[in-house]
């Protein structure tokens, strides 16, 4: 079972906060600061339908581009040596950094992917169907 909510192509996930007795949540995967809090499932679900709705509501009004969730572009932070080595393998490849870091990546999701709960088929399902999508976009660039 996933604890992630989505609406409007926006997701969340609860968490449950002992000090102040409620679920509190955000919205996941964009450069602004949505956050709210209930006290129950339901009430979440309310207040996320509407922190997503008045999200969207306050960037028409501001005439401002919502965020989308991930974009597909992140910037991470590596060592020098690991830096020049991924780069050295891109050259012997013949391709781009990028291309051999969404190789790792994927890799890594291929084999992590089955060490997550039962409960997260559905992740998982999107996970694989995912990497195949991206794949053969990334191959035709």
């Known amino acids: 079972m996933s604890d992630i909510i989505e609406y409007k192509g926006y997701h ?11 679920l509190t949540g955000e919205i996941m995967g964009i ?11 339901k009430e979440f679900r309310k207040a996320f339908h509407q ?17 989308k ?20 393998v891109a050259a012997q490849k013949g391709i781009s950094l990028n291309a051999v870091t969404v190789e790792a990546c994927e890799y890594y999701l291929r084999h992590e992917v089955d060490s997550l709960p039962d409960g ?22």
């Open 12 to 22: 969340t996930r609860p968490e449950f906060s002992a000090e102040d007795d409620l």
């Open 31 to 41: 450069n602004d600061l949505i956050v709210f809090a209930a006290s129950s499932i």
């Open 51 to 67: 922190s997503v709705d008045g999200y969207l509501d306050m960037c028409k009004r501001q005439d401002k581009t919502p965020d």
């Open 69 to 88: 969730e991930y974009s597909g572009r992140f910037n991470f932070r590596l060592g020098p040596e690991l830096h020049k080595h991924l780069n050295q």
């Open 120 to 141: 997260n088929i559905k992740l998982k399902r999107k996970v694989i169907s995912s990497q195949k999508i991206e794949s053969k976009e990334l191959a035709a660039r």
